[in-house]
Nanobody, 125 residues
Framework: QVQLAESGGGSVQAGGSLRLSCVST????????AGWFRQITGKDREGVAWISIGGGGTFYADSVKGRFTISRDNNKKTVYLEMNNLKPEDDATYYC??????????????????WGQGTQVTVSS
């Protein structure tokens, strides 16, 4: 059973914004770190952002730092990715994932044990 479900993807022009959401049905969500990843066609899956269990700690890939913001609402069991000033290079399928504690900042996919099925973000120039 898929325990994470992403939504919010779509098609935007360069410079536009999207907010992705990831809703968890995992009972362990509140004691899990979370991350966003993306898969660009022809490339390996790469880490985008990480957030601590309480939301107070975040970490970003250099490619998105200053443009993307990760956040979470543990009451809603949801992780968000606010994507601003989107670029054609951001065109990808975006995935959220969780990692049970203890967890520390990591953008390595192998460190995560639960994944959603992805949501497509298309950015046109």
């Amino acid at each position: 059973q898929v325990q994470l479900a992403e939504s919010g993807g779509g098609s935007v022009q360069a410079g536009g914004s999207l907010r992705l959401s990831c809703v968890s049905t995992d009972e362990d969500f509140r004691r899990s770190c979370a991350g966003w990843f993306r898969q660009i066609t022809g490339k390996d899956r790469e880490g985008v952002a990480w957030i601590s269990i309480g939301g107070g700690g975040t970490f970003y890939a250099d490619s998105v730092k200053g443009r993307f913001t990760i956040s979470r609402d543990n009451n809603k069991k949801t992780v968000y990715l606010e994507m601003n000033n989107l670029k054609p290079e951001d065109d990808a399928t975006y995935y959220c994932a969780t990692d049970l504690t203890p967890c520390s900042p990591s953008l390595w996919p192998v460190n995560y044990d639960s994944w959603g099925q992805g949501t497509q973000v298309t950015v046109s120039s």
